[in-house]
C-alpha cells in the first residue's frame, strides 16, 4: 500500500522560506514521476513543480526561480524548498506520485486537472504580509 506523508508546513511572513518533505512508504521512489501541487480556499487546484525519474524538474511561473523540487531516493523522500515566499503562496500543499514516468513533464504541472496515481493528505502553509 503506498503511502505519502507530507510535513514542514507552517506560517511564516513574506520573504521567509519553507521546506516541504513527503516521505514516501510502499513505493517505488526512483523510477517514477513526482511532484506537488497546491489548493488555497475557493482556488482552482495548481501543479507547483515536478521532477522525473531521470531528474528533470519543471516549475510554475508562479514559483520558477523561488521553489525548488529535489528528492533523496535513499531516503524514499521529495523536497519542495520554498524561498521567498508570497502570501498568494498561501495553500494547502500536496506531493503527488505516479507509477510511471512523466508522460509529459510540462502537463503534469501546468494541467491543473493532472491527477497523480497518489497523493498524501497536504501540509499547510500560511504566508501573512
Known amino acids: 500500500q503506498v503511502q505519502l506523508v507530507e510535513s514542514g508546513g507552517g506560517s511564516v511572513q513574506a520573504g521567509g522560506s519553507l521546506r516541504l518533505s513527503c516521505v514516501a512508504s510502499g513505493y517505488t521512489f526512483s523510477s517514477n514521476c513526482m511532484g506537488w501541487f497546491r489548493q488555497a480556499p475557493g482556488k482552482e487546484r495548481e501543479g507547483v513543480a515536478a521532477i522525473d525519474s531521470n531528474g528533470s524538474t519543471y516549475y510554475a511561473d508562479s514559483v520558477k526561480g523561488r521553489f525548488t523540487i529535489s528528492k533523496d531516493n535513499a531516503k524514499n523522500t521529495l523536497y519542495l524548498q520554498m524561498n521567498s515566499l508570497k502570501p498568494e503562496d498561501t495553500a494547502m500543499y500536496y506531493c503527488?506520485?505516479?507509477?510511471?514516468?512523466?508522460?509529459?513533464?510540462?502537463?503534469?504541472?501546468?494541467?491543473?486537472?493532472?491527477?497523480?496515481?497518489?497523493w498524501g493528505q497536504g501540509t499547510q502553509v500560511t504566508v501573512s504580509s
Open positions: 503527488g506520485a505516479d507509477d510511471f514516468r512523466c508522460p509529459d513533464i510540462v502537463v503534469v504541472v501546468t494541467n491543473s486537472l493532472y491527477e497523480y496515481n497518489y
